[in-house]
């Protein structure tokens, strides 16, 4: 089965505290990108990767950072620095970077920072 | 001024009806256009594209008119299983070949029995 996978669905963490959100896709795309979505909000672009070893900041990058080791991986890194961090957060791949080529969206990780 | 706007709404709906979605944006450089479908607490998926000459996939109609920056989804014959948020996106290069998507904050329908 193809797909985008994240892990875990829901994660609860204490402010101050570093937290990895996991992204693997098996579709062999070369372009990965985190969103955070808020209520009421459309979703905002955090970071996007169009190949193994590259990545560059979205527009609301500040407190959170990526690494792009494999192709299959996103991992994405919510830091104490981030204000406001409680948020659903959706990793998308889409075969490679382009106006036209659709993304495909994972189920998302709900982010609960107390 | 934001990338794309849309009416929150909500509407709501009985079955049968049609209703229609509107989206502006802002920046005329934009490239290609989508209408994605988010049901509740879940992922974004794709409904259709929308091209310059308007399509339509079975009750689904999209429109765009380029000289008004302007975007419309039409549904006919709803069902209940059309309840959804309906977020408006488009696309556009800033020098690079990202093809980054820009969001609506999406319109909420109701399908109602």
């Known amino acids: 089965d193809g797909g985008i996978t994240q892990s875990p669905k829901y994660l609860f963490r204490k402010e101050g505290q570093n937290v990895t959100l996991s992204c693997e896709q098996n579709?062999?795309?070369?372009?990965m990108y985190w969103y955070r979505q808020d209520p009421g909000q459309g979703l905002r672009l955090i970071y996007y990767?169009?190949?193994?070893?590259?990545?560059q900041k979205g527009d609301i990058a500040e407190g959170y950072s990526v690494s792009r080791e494999k192709k299959e991986s996103f991992p994405l890194t919510v830091t104490s620095a981030q204000k406001n961090p409680t948020a659903f957060y959706l990793c998308?791949?889409?075969?490679?970077?382009?106006?036209?080529?659709?993304?495909?969206f994972g189920p998302g990780t709900r982010l609960t920072v107390t | 001024r934001k990338e794309v706007e849309q009416d929150p709404g909500p509407f709501n709906v009985p079955e049968g009806a049609t209703v229609a979605f509107n989206c502006t944006y802002s920046n005329s450089a934009s490239q290609s256009f989508f209408w994605y479908r988010q049901d509740c607490r879940k992922e974004p998926k794709l409904l259709m594209s929308v091209y310059s000459s308007g399509n339509e996939d079975g009750r689904f109609t999209a429109q765009l008119n380029r000289a008004s920056q302007y975007i419309s989804l039409l549904i006919r014959d709803s069902k209940l299983s059309d309840s959804a948020t309906y977020l408006c996106?488009?696309?556009?290069?800033?020098?690079?070949?990202?093809?980054?998507?820009?969001f609506g904050r999406g319109t909420q329908l109701t399908v109602w029995p």
């Open positions: 579709l062999n795309h070369d372009a």
């Open positions: 990767s169009q190949i193994v070893n590259d990545f």
């Open positions: 996106v488009v696309t556009h290069d800033r020098g690079s070949t990202l093809g980054r998507l820009y």
């Open positions: 998308a791949s889409s075969i490679r970077a382009g106006t036209t080529y659709e993304q495909y």
